[in-house]
T-cell receptor, first 113, second 107 residues
Framework: SQTIHQWPATLVQPVGSPLSLECTVEGTSNPNLYWYRQAAGRGLQLLFYSVGIGQISSEVPQNLSASRPQDRQFILSSKKLLLSDSGFYLC????????????FGPGTRLTVT | QKEVEQNSGPLSVPEGAIASLNCTYSDRGSQSFFWYRQYSGKSPELIMSIYSNGDKEDGRFTAQLNKASQYVSLLIRDSQPSDSATYLCAAGHQFYFGTGTSLTVIP
């Protein structure tokens, strides 16, 4: 069966510091991968999605970037965090080329201080 | 331009009642629709997917799709306190989510 991992689970970072969040998927090949952010009390905002290694599409211009160095690895990064980057970051996967559902990882709670 | 719209609620129903959650979408080309449940502090979990017009039932949950009206709904029968959560609607290949509807089931 497929499993999706995210780490760290929680993170407290000062403004201006760098960020690296990692997501890996097991049990499937060539998945579509997604990064979402959920601010407190808000809905899910799609940040990036990827249909393959090195293929990244950005939905929202911001100080975040994403990379997909391996088929089942998706990384979210920032060079300098802003207070507004605080939130719940969720990675999700979906079978490539399908209309099927997305499955979410456990999430990373980021607090920028 | 929002792709998916939901009433933010909060919606409160007594235990045992039917909870009705609604969602509209703007992209007529959307072919897939999903309902997720999210407990506070947790990641969303899939409840139902629906692809064709009409009703789809799974236990106490029924999803309804009307593509002509661009409308998706979720009915929860015999609501339980454990159903208290935020319910998210998603549509389309790009998986745009609504802002979610907060449901509270009162014992």
């Amino acid at each position: 069966s497929q499993t999706i991992h995210q780490w760290p689970a929680t993170l407290v970072q000062p403004v201006g510091s760098p960020l690296s969040l990692e997501c890996t998927v097991e049990g499937t090949s060539n998945p579509n991968l997604y990064w979402y952010r959920q601010a407190a009390g808000r809905g899910l905002q799609l940040l990036f999605y990827s249909v393959g290694i090195g293929q990244i599409s950005s939905e929202v211009p911001q100080n975040l970037s994403a990379s997909r160095p391996q088929d089942r690895q998706f990384i979210l990064s920032s060079k300098k965090l802003l207070l507004s980057d605080s939130g719940f970051y969720l990675c999700a996967w979906r079978a490539s080329g399908s209309l099927d559902e997305q499955y979410f990882g456990p999430g990373t709670r980021l607090t920028v201080t | 331009q929002k792709e998916v719209e939901q009433n933010s609620g909060p919606l409160s129903v007594p235990e045992g009642a039917i909870a009705s959650l609604n969602c509209t979408y703007s992209d007529r080309g959307s072919q897939s629709f999903f309902w997720y449940r999210q407990y506070s502090g947790k990641s969303p979990e899939l409840i139902m997917s629906i692809y064709s017009n009409g009703d789809k039932e799974d236990g106490r949950f029924t999803a309804q799709l009307n593509k002509a009206s661009q409308y998706v709904s979720l009915l929860i029968r015999d609501s339980q306190p454990s159903d208290s959560a935020t319910y998210l609607c998603a549509a389309g290949h790009q998986f745009y989510f609504g802002t979610g509807t907060s449901l509270t089931v009162i014992p």
